[in-house]
DNA sequence: GTGGTCTAGACCACC
DNA sequence: GTGGTCTAGACCACA
């Protein structure tokens, strides 16, 4: 019972594949940053659940920067900080 | 030099179409007041134009309340100001 | 004196030069029509004079339509009224 | 799950500003009230934000007045109403 | 040339 | 999934 796998929360999926695909540099070219709507739809998450996956992408792993009424928009290559080895 | 009407403005059109349906009864039969997008949608406004026309409802006229993360409801009748003639 | 020739307000200038940009045809391939204060700063006149140039093209030539907050657009040529000969 | 302090929104961090400057007195002498352009260039805000912001300078605080068409202008000290404790 | 209203979205905070 | 705030402009109406 104490030993089951530890199941991963959904903000934490979302994070990871668009993490995956801003590295892939889909994003690089003048790519807009998909909105928080365009998420909920993509993913079919609420608000909330998309928000905190951002938050994860922007404040943990340093790939985003969002800005209030404007959208996020993709750090360049050259500021981001090296993916993390857990 | 020309002889044209006074413009109403677009929230107030909205906010006067609204008041009177309020005043018709049909929301007294536990019809829940439209949210903010879906009014959006039916009078082909802005947001903003729609809050506008939604705050002349509840602070000039007292037709309507809101409430944070739930929506208006209308005020029922018997607490109702009686409508200014202008 | 009763016989000097007939001054032309600046915004009649105004409106023929863009009427005749207009008829073209330079903003039919998606050149969207410029904004208030752009053609403030083009011509070097008032908001109320380009806004009476502007009225010009809209409402005796029939060259714009207007849409307030969103801009003015050229009407396709196919649905314009031909020029009034004076 | 985190300890961030409560967001302050932008109107009202400009709003304070704004309060603090009228009250030092530098406006009392004659000092033209800035338009709402110019406080949207100093404040890096939209027009609406600005706006926001003068409306509690305006409404909650009486320490200005405004006329359309005209612009604000800042209320002499002794017509003041006392500064909220909150 | 000011303040006022509007657009078409975005993100933020609450339920 | 609501209402609340914000952006970056546009046009409208007053003085």
Do not use: H, N
Request: some cysteine; charged content about 30%.
């Amino acid at each position: 019972m104490s030993d089951r796998p530890k199941r991963i929360p959904p903000y934490r999926l979302a994070a990871a594949e668009l993490a995956a695909e801003i590295r892939s540099g889909i994003y690089d070219q003048g790519e807009p940053f998909p909105s928080e709507s365009a998420l909920c739809a993509r993913f079919g998450m609420a608000t909330m659940t998309i928000r905190r996956a951002l938050e994860v992408l922007r404040e943990e792993q340093g790939l985003i920067t969002t800005r209030w009424g404007k959208g996020s928009a993709v750090v360049p290559p050259a500021e981001r900080p090296a993916p993390e080895i857990e």
